[in-house]
């Protein structure tokens, strides 16, 4: 009788544990975005990697609903403006409402809860998915006045393409003298981003655009590495934002063996990532897409090769609802069938942000 008293005592405890360990609020947020990355894109790098990735590692699941305020099939601006800042918008927006009305982000808000803040991606900064956390601008397209919103901003580090935005404009501004004089230290190569240790960094390591996999070698999992130091050093947390940017070029392009690559190069930086959270067991780590990119289908392959039979249905995006991949404390609620603009809201709830 003794003996069976203290299992159902044991077994309470446990549930109680188990309740306490699901509400645990996580310290800092990495929030990773795979452009134009749909079910297709994350099964054919699975199946070219020999039937794994890392991100099986997460422990929850479920799908974003992508549609803009215009239009079934968004597009990255109005994509990444629903995931940054909670609202639908018109294709082509960047961080505004639909009637051209700035909307602060998720890392803005950050940021302003005096955590530590930044993004990496394998695009220039100045791109729609990055300049939707950072600018507020109607057209995607003004490369030049998205580059100079990150002056406006107090981001601790951003690491991507992009340097002529920065320095040859039709302003003749330069931009990089300026975010000098705010104490940044700037990054003009993957070896001069590795060491910076602490402080301010802007890494702009490539003119314009990045090139893709395999020439880009370990610049998003290295730098997001990088981008994780220096941003660990505030004991308040902090929230990062890193894009695997050239998914969604591939899937323009229809190119299946160019999109594994870009899938894997993802993957590696997913599995940097949940390596940090694993052992830091503060970082919530959640993982999804802006939308599908060209309407991808496998109807053949082999696991553990790279050559399968694929066929897409366009050289545009898709309409269909994206995955949603989460680790750590407050993964619980990434699950089941959710609106892109859901996120923001979860993440100020969970990071216990001050509007």
């Given amino acids: 009788?003794?003996?069976?008293?203290?299992?159902?005592?044991?077994?309470?405890?446990?549930?109680?544990?188990?309740?306490?360990?699901?509400?645990?609020?996580?310290?800092?947020?990495?929030?990773?975005?795979?452009?134009?990355?749909?079910?297709?894109?994350v099964y054919a790098g699975?199946?070219?990697?020999?039937?794994?990735?890392?991100?099986?590692?997460?422990?929850?699941s479920g799908f974003s609903k992508t549609y803009s305020f215009n239009n079934f099939t968004t597009d990255s601006g109005a994509g990444g403006t629903a995931l940054a800042c909670g609202v639908k918008?018109?294709?082509?927006?960047?961080?505004?409402?639909?009637?051209?009305?700035?909307?602060?982000?998720?890392l803005e808000l950050s940021?302003?809860?005096?955590?530590?803040?930044?993004?990496?991606?394998?695009?220039?900064?100045?791109?729609?998915?990055?300049?939707?956390?950072?600018?507020?601008?109607?057209?995607?397209?003004?490369?030049?006045?998205?580059?100079a919103d990150y002056l406006k901003s107090d981001i601790d580090v951003f690491i991507g393409g992009g340097r002529k935005y920065f320095e040859d404009r039709d302003d003749e501004r330069n931009l990089t003298n300026e975010l000098k004089a705010k104490k940044y230290q700037i990054a003009y190569s993957l070896n001069d981003v590795i060491a910076v240790k602490s402080g301010k960094l802007a890494g702009l390591l490539y003119d314009d655009q990045n090139p893709g996999m395999p020439e880009r070698g370990s610049m998003l999992p290295d730098a997001t590495g990088a981008a994780i130091n220096i941003l660990a050093n505030n004991k308040k947390g902090f929230f990062l934002m890193v894009e695997g940017s050239q998914i969604d070029w591939a899937g323009h392009d229809n190119n299946s063996s160019q999109l594994i690559k870009e899938m894997h190069d993802f993957d590696q930086t997913v599995g940097r990532v949940l390596d940090f959270a694993k052992k830091d067991g503060n970082t919530l780590v959640v993982i999804t897409a802006d939308h599908e990119t060209g309407g991808m289908t496998i109807l053949d392959g082999k696991f553990g090769s790279d050559t399968m039979k694929s066929l897409f249905s366009t050289k545009n995006h898709s309409g269909v609802p994206v995955p949603v991949f989460a680790y750590g404390p407050g993964a619980e609620n990434f699950s089941g069938f959710m609106e892109n603009t859901s996120f923001k809201n979860k993440l100020i709830l969970l990071l216990k942000l001050k509007k």
Wanted: glycine share 8%; charged share 15%; net charge positive.
């Fill in 1 to 41: 009788m003794k003996h069976t008293f203290l299992l159902v005592l044991l077994f309470l405890l446990s549930l109680n544990f188990q309740s306490v360990t699901a509400q645990k609020k996580p310290k800092n947020v990495i929030f990773l975005i795979g452009d134009g990355m749909g079910l297709a894109q």
């Fill in 46 to 60: 699975m199946v070219a990697n020999g039937n794994k990735l890392e991100l099986e590692r997460c422990t929850y």
């Fill in 89 to 106: 918008t018109k294709n082509g927006m960047i961080g505004m409402s639909p009637d051209s009305v700035a909307v602060e982000s998720i």
């Fill in 111 to 147: 940021g302003r809860n005096k955590l530590s803040t930044g993004i990496v991606v394998a695009c220039s900064v100045t791109h729609a998915t990055p300049a939707s956390f950072i600018s507020h601008q109607f057209n995607r397209d003004m490369y030049q006045e998205i580059a």
